[in-house]
């Protein structure tokens, strides 16, 4: 829609402060995404070709997105965010000339970071799409390989069934690299935690320690609502009028969650 492009435009406000855990997975995205941004002129000169981009892959509410718009807004450069299903569906028939407009304002407004989410619904497997979805992805293919040699436009691919994507979009050359996006261990949902109630006044009572532990399998949207949720509780307890008493705790309930966690990573 245009009120969507118009947003576009805007910078996302989104920092790496806004990022809980996924310390390394950061790391490995800033280091394909920032330099052939700010500084495509030392590839030149190095002659090797700039990343055009990185494949995030994982669960959905682990941060894919957020990760895309704080590393556009750290660089200070332009975001578009294309979704998947939207192009394929929505723009029917002219899908092939929404990927080349897109593609063409990256161009303009460079230095650009282009996200597509939920990619894998334009570059499914091929023989399984029909002969639009072949279009779709020979043109972002050939978009994607026409970013040749100039840096400043590099794009984001997110989709959590890694396994669907066409073969043909994970050959070198498109995606440089995919960085797997993972559920966050306990260490992760502690610092999540810290991200969503930086601006919380918390009761004494609050240990987010304990919630960091008690909430196994809980990703970053999970969190985020949790946080969000007791803030509300709170605000009722408030509202009813219940004296100056504080908020008490962020609550998590006493489920079996947590005691028998195996965690994946540091
Ligand atoms: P999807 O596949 O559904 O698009 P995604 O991986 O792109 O998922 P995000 O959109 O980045 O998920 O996350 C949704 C929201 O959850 C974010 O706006 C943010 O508030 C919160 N969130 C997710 N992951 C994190 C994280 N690692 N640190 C802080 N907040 C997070």
Same mark, same amino acid.
């Given at each position: 829609?245009?009120?969507?492009?118009?947003?576009?435009?805007?910078?996302?406000?989104?920092?790496?402060?806004?990022?809980?855990?996924?310390?390394?997975?950061?790391?490995?995205?800033? %280091?394909?995404?920032?330099?052939?941004? *700010?500084?495509?002129?030392?590839?030149?000169?190095?002659?090797?070709? @700039?990343?055009?981009?990185?494949?995030?892959?994982?669960?959905?509410?682990?941060?894919?997105?957020?990760?895309? =718009?704080?590393?556009?807004?750290?660089?200070?450069?332009?975001?578009?965010?294309? *979704?998947?299903?939207?192009?394929?569906? =929505?723009? =029917?028939?002219?899908?092939?000339?929404?990927?080349?407009?897109?593609?063409?304002?990256? +161009?303009?407004?460079?230095?650009?970071?282009?996200?597509?989410?939920?990619?894998?619904?334009?570059?499914? =497997?091929?023989?399984?799409?029909?002969?639009?979805?072949?279009?779709?992805?020979?043109?972002?293919?050939?978009?994607?390989?026409?970013?040749?040699?100039?840096?400043?436009?590099?794009?984001?691919?997110?989709?959590?069934?890694?396994?669907?994507?066409? @073969?043909?979009?994970? +050959? &070198?050359?498109?995606?440089?690299?995919?960085?797997?996006?993972?559920?966050? &261990?306990?260490?992760?949902?502690?610092?999540?935690?810290?991200?969503?109630?930086?601006?919380?006044?918390?009761?004494?009572?609050?240990?987010?320690?304990?919630?960091?532990?008690?909430?196994?399998?809980?990703?970053?949207?999970?969190?985020? *609502?949790?946080?969000?949720?007791?803030?509300?509780?709170?605000?009722?307890?408030?509202?009813?009028?219940? &004296?100056?008493?504080?908020?008490?705790?962020?609550?998590?309930?006493?489920?079996?969650?947590?005691?028998?966690?195996? %965690? &994946?990573?540091?």
């Amino acid at each position: 829609s245009e009120s969507g492009r118009a947003a576009n435009h805007q910078r996302t406000g989104v920092s790496y402060e806004d990022i809980g855990g996924l310390d390394e997975e950061l790391e490995l995205v800033r %280091e394909m995404i920032e330099l052939p941004l *700010s500084e495509p002129e030392l590839f030149t000169r190095l002659g090797v070709e @700039p990343p055009k981009g990185v494949l995030l892959h994982g669960p959905p509410g682990t941060g894919k997105t957020l990760i895309a =718009k704080a590393v556009a807004n750290e660089v200070d450069a332009h975001f578009i965010s294309v *979704s998947g299903p939207e192009i394929v569906s =929505k723009y =029917k028939g002219d899908s092939e000339e929404r990927l080349r407009e897109t593609f063409a304002e990256a +161009r303009n407004e460079a230095p650009t970071v282009v996200f597509f989410d939920e990619i894998d619904s334009i570059g499914g =497997k091929r023989d399984e799409g029909g002969d639009m979805e072949d279009r779709i992805v020979g043109q972002l293919l050939s978009l994607m390989d026409g970013l040749e040699g100039r840096g400043e436009v590099v794009v984001i691919g997110a989709t959590n069934r890694v396994d669907d994507l066409d @073969p043909a979009l994970r +050959r &070198g050359g498109r995606f440089d690299r995919e960085i797997e996006i993972g559920v966050p &261990g306990e260490a992760g949902r502690r610092e999540i935690l810290d991200v969503h109630t930086r601006n919380m006044p918390l009761a004494d009572d609050v240990d987010l320690d304990r919630v960091a532990d008690r909430t196994y399998g809980f990703v970053g949207a999970d969190l985020e *609502s949790l946080a969000k949720e007791a803030a509300m509780t709170a605000l009722r307890r408030l509202r009813r009028g219940s &004296g100056p008493e504080k908020p008490r705790s962020v609550g998590v309930g006493d489920g079996d969650r947590g005691e028998d966690e195996d %965690e &994946g990573d540091g």
